[in-house]
């Protein structure tokens, strides 16, 4: 059908891909007043479990959010896995997601949530924000002219051109935006290394627990029940022969009576079926001008350890704030420290996951079964998949006063409970930090800092209630986890990264800060 005639509007942000990343994205400008559309090629929702752990950090985004405990409604029951060797004999049966408690991270665990779970909520959350998503919605064109990007749209037959102050790509590997943009995607594609997936029924297997064959060097052949969905999220390794991947159940089948020869199984009614295949990619740039990049439009790795999706969360929430600031008048180089602070997690996280995968093959599996286990309960030898110790230390946006406390500026900042003396009741620090505000913290009686900035919000912390209008630390657990002994100040950024920190300070330190790096 030859489309009709073209339609012209206006909006601050336009978000290409409405997957966690984009979705994640648009709610956090949306909060922030910023007006915002997020447009996806496909024509329904997705259903399917797809990414389904959503790591410590990632909750701690998604509390920030609004969304955490709407998502935790829909979260699996923590089952038992089940592994497997070569013969068919049970190996080892442990609860692989129940990591130990951290100090200052509320949340050390993994929620398993199928994806299209954590897209609803997110949708429903955009929803009450004002912005809905556009389904069938393909970006065919765009052209940045000065202060403007424009996207050219298709939808239905219609062709609308969005003239937006920045758009953003958050459309997963194959990204449009990318391509359209110019960007290099460097890597290499496993060509041997592929994987069917997806939802389906089966019959004539425990569904108490989930199971997992992980011997020999083809990878690991998964069944977990999924009862939110009625259904069986299953992964299997595709024959390496390159020919030409069949989805279907019968496919499935067939390797699944290869691998396991258990008989009396049947699988049926698939929900989703798709094939992955494995490419370890990365951009050179997240940005050219007023286009930037996001989620797996950026980076692609190995599924080992389950790190896509949670980091391409935090590529939102740290653009997120940003792009907010730029649109209110902050210098536009604020948003050249996406790139320098996300670009060096996205290297380490195809680094880490390319190890960790080649880390879990083998025909040990109890070993490997060790090693698998060991990942999710904080110890794994290559990264943490928690992502609670990434740290931005070093980069431009992280200012130390001196050494003299323990937190550095770049570190996330950690959670911990005080008393609020006005009201005697108890106040998590991160109820403080909820918002697309700053948060000062001063520890001790000593004076604040001025503060020309109506966005920061200045709570002081005190070991001795003496106070009424501050909060007492009465256990000396927030004294203990930001590492003061006395005098400390600590400005915490929108996305609960630490901005600024140190014992002594002027006067003027968090306003000549603000204003030098972020406008304000």
């Known amino acids: 059908m030859k489309p009709s005639a073209t339609t012209t509007t206006t909006t601050d942000v336009v978000v290409i891909g409405a997957g966690p990343v984009g979705l994640t994205l648009a709610c956090d ?22 990414a389904r752990g959503v790591r410590a950090r990632t909750q701690e985004v998604f509390e920030d959010l609004g969304v955490l405990e709407d998502l935790a409604k829909h979260a699996e029951t923590q089952l038992s896995t089940r592994f497997y060797d070569a013969d068919g004999h049970v190996v080892r049966e442990a609860v692989m997601y129940d990591a130990p408690s951290v100090p200052g991270a509320p949340y050390p665990g993994s929620l398993m949530v199928g994806q299209q779970f954590t897209e609803a909520v997110l949708r429903d959350r955009l929803a009450s924000l ?27 037959g219609r062709r609308e051109e969005i003239r937006a102050r920045y758009l953003v790509g958050c459309d997963g590997g194959g990204s449009t935006v990318r391509k359209l943009a110019g960007i290099s995607f460097l ?39 999924m009862p939110r969905s009625d259904t069986w999220f299953f992964t299997a390794p595709l024959p390496e022969d390159g020919g030409t991947a069949t989805m279907s159940v019968e496919a499935f089948a067939d390797i699944f009576a290869e691998r396991v020869g258990l008989p009396g199984v049947r699988f049926f009614d698939p929900v989703y079926l798709s094939v992955y295949q494995v490419n370890i990619r ?75 995968g080649r880390h879990w093959s083998g025909t040990d599996t109890a070993r490997v079964s060790d090693r698998i286990i060991g990942a999710f309960q904080g110890r794994d030898p290559f990264s ?16 130390d006063l001196d050494d003299t406390i323990g937190i550095r500026a770049g570190d996330r900042a950690p959670d ?48 001795a209630a003496h106070d009424e209008k501050a909060l007492h630390d009465t256990t000396g657990e927030a004294h203990e986890l930001y590492g003061v002994d006395g005098a400390g100040l600590v400005l915490i950024r929108p996305d609960g990264y630490v901005a600024l920190a140190g014992g002594t300070w002027e006067e003027r330190s968090v306003s000549d800060y603000l204003q030098r790096l972020v406008g304000r």
């Open 29 to 50: 400008l949306a909060r922030r007043g910023v007006g915002v559309r997020i447009v996806d090629r496909a024509p329904a929702h997705a259903v399917g479990t797809r």
């Open 130 to 156: 004002g912005v809905r998503v556009e389904l069938d919605a393909a970006l065919v064109d765009l052209v940045q002219d000065g202060g403007r990007v424009t996207a050219t749209v298709l939808r239905a």
């Open 187 to 225: 890597g290499e594609t496993w060509e041997r290394q592929r994987m069917l997936f997806g939802n389906l029924r089966v019959e004539g297997l425990d569904d108490s627990v989930t199971h997992m064959w992980a011997h020999g060097p083809r990878g690991m052949l998964t069944l977990s029940p």
């Open 282 to 356: 990365m951009v050179d740039r997240y940005r050219d001008g007023r286009v930037l990049l996001a989620g797996d439009a950026a980076h692609v790795h190995t599924p080992a350890g389950g790190q896509g999706m949670n980091t391409g969360v935090q590529d939102a929430y740290n653009l997120g704030w940003k792009l907010g600031r730029v649109l209110r008048g902050a210098p536009e180089t604020l948003l050249d420290t996406y790139q320098e602070e996300r670009l060096p997690i996205a290297e380490h996280v195809l680094a880490s996951t390319t190890a960790r």
């Open 384 to 399: 943490d998949v928690s992502q609670l110790s990434i740290t931005y230390r070093g980069a431009g946006l992280s200012h």
């Open 416 to 463: 911990a409970t005080c008393v609020d003396l006005a009201t005697g009741a108890p106040v998590r620090l991160f109820d403080l930090f909820r918002g697309p505000h700053f948060t000062l913290l001063v520890f001790g009686s000593g004076p604040a800092p001025r503060v020309d900035d109506g966005e920061v919000r200045t709570h002081r912390v005190l070991l």
